[in-house]
């Protein structure tokens, strides 16, 4: 039985789990499945951004013309290491833009 063509890694992982429910191996689940038993056994080491999110949330609605290389400023300037393309990648994820600033008008009569 080889699932490799239709499913994706999160689902093969969901088959070797309830593989192992009902008793077989997890070397045989992994091999029928097609899948490495190192990304099986992976742990995600990614941290928790909530609250981060929210913080550029907040400075993105209360200063709208800020881009996101002012807002990684004054999360710096307030004591947070980080790096402004995690910044920029939040940034993009919550939908925020900067509102471009209206140019003068130069209207010249001649």
Not at 1 to 18: D, E, G, P
Request: proline share 1%.
């Amino acid at each position: 039985m080889h699932f490799r063509k239709v499913l994706t890694i999160s689902q093969r992982i969901a088959i070797v789990a309830a593989f192992e429910v009902v008793g077989v191996s997890e070397r045989k689940d992994c091999i029928a499945v097609g899948l490495a038993r190192g990304t099986h056994r992976h742990k995600s080491t990614k941290k928790d951004e909530s609250e981060l999110r929210e913080q550029i949330k907040e400075i993105a609605h209360a200063r709208k013309r800020f881009c996101y290389e002012r807002i990684t400023w004054l999360l710096q300037r307030g004591g947070l290491r980080i790096n402004n393309k995690r910044v920029y990648r939040i940034y993009k994820q919550s939908g925020a833009q900067a509102m471009p600033q209206e140019r003068a008008s130069t209207s010249q009569t001649a």
